[in-house]
């Protein structure tokens, strides 16, 4: 589904704050893989992410999704097809329209069914409020709320349906919880989990979060100086724990993870 053949980038090249972000990394994912992606600060988990999206080129190297080659696809295009999460709950949503106007650009976006000028239906009203339903956060009655009168939680869970309205061949998640309260983050984990299994969407996510990113997936992409580190999938992921993955990855990496991802 998803083939990175031998990407590199480097950041500020030939200057004094260069930085190789991304050295000769290679990645296949299946279809409906739900990958989750751990590593240390700078490891170029984001980088990543971002060089799938098309936010940033690579300097070397091809993408390739579905067989096709998207290498230099440019990131607006690359939006019909890839939903791209953040961190900040502010991102990803226009704070001035409402939820029903939110949902409704992102489903013109993702569905080409031409502008909303045109208007939302009451077939597609219809829809948004089932779909707000599911999310079991009483958003449906308020659909005609501004967005930036939500919470952080409910803000971002609207985002993920946005992403997701339109089912993307590819969802990628950067630390998309990571800014909420412990408890929202697990509800908009929970929701983020119903939806990738409900649609099978083939998901990366970041998190900092070790025991996370051992519950949710089928696989874990653990990242070290650029590259992948090593990828813990079926029955080696099933006995695997945090304190283990913890002295697994400074054995193979001569690395540590950090604090925040420890202490959590
Ligand atoms: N736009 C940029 N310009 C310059 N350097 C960058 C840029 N983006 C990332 N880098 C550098 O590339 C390296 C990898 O960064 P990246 O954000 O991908 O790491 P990360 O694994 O996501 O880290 P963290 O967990 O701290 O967010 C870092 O050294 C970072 O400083």
Redesign the pocket.
Known sequence: MLDLKDISIT??AHTVNE?K?LSHLNLHLDDGDFVTVI?S???????LLNVIAGTYEPDEGSIFIDGQDMTFTKEHKRANVIGHLFQDPMKGTAPNMTIEENLGLAYCRASGHGPLSLGIRKKEREFFYETLKALNLGLEDRMKTEVGLLSGGQRQALTLLMATIVTPKLLLLDEHTAALDPKTSEKVMTITNDIIAEHHITTLM?T?NISNALEYGNKTLV?NDGQIAFILEGEERKNMTVEKLISLYSSKTENEFSDRMILE
């Open positions: 950041f500020n930085r972000a590593g600060n700078g490891a170029g988990k984001s980088t970041i900092h990242m």
